[in-house]
Nanobody, 115 residues
Framework: QVQLVESGGGLVQPGGSLRLSCAAS????????MGWYRQAPGKQRELVVA???????NYADSVKGRFTISRDNAKKTVYLQMNSLKREDTAVYYC?????????WGQGTQVTVSS
């Protein structure tokens, strides 16, 4: 069983920054891909960014140039650095890990962008 634990959410003003962390219960290289999704109230969960085992990334157009995903293999942790945050980035952010066709999810962390 895989466990993913997110942290780092909170309240930030527009234009500010936050860094989310996702700690996995096993080596992140054991996953075919990892990434971050988000779900705003009344909306479907959407991809923010994913990185596969080879290091290739796929960013949503809405976050390109503002968000960056990174990995620390020794800490079994994936990070999401979020800069230039906008009100429309407000959502619950979920960490995802995929092994073939099986998806694992964290519990989510709330990010609120408001003045």
């Amino acid at each position: 069983q895989v466990q993913l634990v997110e942290s780092g959410g909170g309240l930030v003003q527009p234009g500010g920054s936050l860094r989310l962390s996702c700690a996995a219960s096993r080596s992140i290289f054991s996953f075919n891909a990892m990434g971050w999704y988000r779900q705003a109230p009344g909306k479907q969960r959407e991809l923010v960014v994913a990185v596969n085992s080879g290091g290739s990334t796929n960013y949503a157009d809405s976050v390109k140039g503002r968000f960056t995903i990174s990995r620390d293999n020794a800490k079994k942790t994936v990070y999401l650095q979020m800069n230039s945050l906008k009100r429309e980035d407000t959502a619950v952010y979920y960490c995802n890990a995929r092994v073939f066709v099986t998806n694992y999810w964290g519990q989510g962390t709330q990010v609120t962008v408001s003045s």
